[in-house]
């Protein structure tokens, strides 16, 4: 499968910053994209948004193999980097 990745920032309340990937389908809509994110975000009990300056596509891989069980599953895949 191929996928899209897009390159996610949240500040927390607390001003600790987010840092995730968000992992998609291949043309997968920004907006559906950012309302995976704040998904996401909510599973986490963190408040705040995924705001769209600070979401951005970085580019396309073929997905790895949990990659494609979770976007099966829920649609995407969170890839946590930073803060998280």
Request: proline share 1%; aromatic share 12%; with cysteine.
């Amino acid at each position: 499968m191929k996928v899209d990745v897009w390159d996610t920032y949240v500040r927390k309340k607390d001003g600790e910053l987010m840092h995730f990937d968000i992992i998609v389908p291949s043309g997968t809509s920004k907006e559906e994209v950012i309302s995976f994110g704040n998904e996401y975000l909510k599973s986490k009990e963190v408040e705040g948004e995924v705001m769209a300056k600070m979401c951005n596509f970085c580019h396309s891989e073929s997905g790895a193999e949990k990659w494609v069980k979770s976007i099966k599953e829920k649609g995407y895949f969170i890839y946590e980097m930073e803060g998280c």
